[in-house]
């Protein structure tokens, strides 16, 4: 198996809703949301590639670090590597109609255990997509996420309750669909929030509390002021507005001001496990990967997602040696050079999540 035949498979099942590219940057499906791409011109998706591939890293081999280790810790739960899959829904409306909500959340799932990963499940207009991923963690028990759409405060937080039943380990909301025009269409309530209504959802229940979707230092201040453990800096794939800046940009500033205070996942463009290095060298304490998941799972099911993120699991190993990082609580400083971002990874680094 390798990522061309995954590609190949994934370009037919899906109906060449997805082109199948050799690398997956938003250029060819530029505007097509419902579909796989970035909303209008693509650009909050193309972006956020773009901008990963002008981070660099420094190449070092004189050092001791001879055998990285890249396992790490979310919520409390041991994961093999810090990776997640994406929340992703809309199988019929973005994927092509080739899985059901539940087949797709289930190769996920699987997936996830069997690499010993944490999993992320999704929310849409549809209630299968909520359930599907409900049903996949129960019949799994993979320990995972549960992402919930900004509904009215009440239905998220009947929603919380159906997560802490099937034995989330911690629930998140998607803050950054509060525009979102197939839900407003199909008639259900998302919004944004105000502190008064975050603080109401975050105190309703024990487990931990993600928002995703935050791209600036004052709403990160909110989320943590809020009570949220956690915060995705996310523009959703660059799916609901097209000049939002690309994740990598925002990342350090936000980390800088909230590390150790609260998980710092990110997500958006990351195709490699040399980017996954990237994006926990610019602060992010785990890392989620989108459209390759989903193209793995179309072009090879539970075995194309297991290869997909083991290639990236090996991939983060090797960069790591290449650079002289011990583990994956990365220590770095950061230059502007030239057109690009140079991130100088320092001595190990002391803190866990
Ligand atoms: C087809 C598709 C469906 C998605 N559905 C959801 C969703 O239901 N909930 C959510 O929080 N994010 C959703 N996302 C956004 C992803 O969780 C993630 O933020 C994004 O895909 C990351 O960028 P990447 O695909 O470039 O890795 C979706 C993304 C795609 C491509």
Redesign the pocket.
Known sequence: MNYDELRKNARINMNNVCRGCKR?D?IACAGEV???GGVGSGEG?IE??RALSRVKLELKTLHNVKKPDISSEIFGENVSFPVLP?????MKS??GGYFTEYEFASILANACKELRLMY?S???PDPN?FNAGIEAIKNTGVPSIV?I?PRGVKEVIEKIKVAEEAGAKAV?M?V??AGLILMVRSGQEVGPKNTDELKEIISSTSLPVVL??IMTVEEAKIAYESGAKGI?V??????VLEAAMATCDVLPEIAEKFKRKMAIFV?????SGVDVLKMLALGADAV???????IAAHGGRIDGVKWLLKNYADELYQAMILTGTPDVHINSEIECFGNNILIKIKERGTWRV
């Open positions: 997956c938003g419902p579909g796989i998706f956020n590639v994406a929340p992703m829904a809309g973005n994927f992320t999704a929310d849409g997509m992402f759409k998140g998607d950054d669909g995703k979707g995705v996310s523009n959703h794939g660059g799916r997500d958006g463009g990351v195709r989620i990967v989108g459209r390759p998941v989903a």
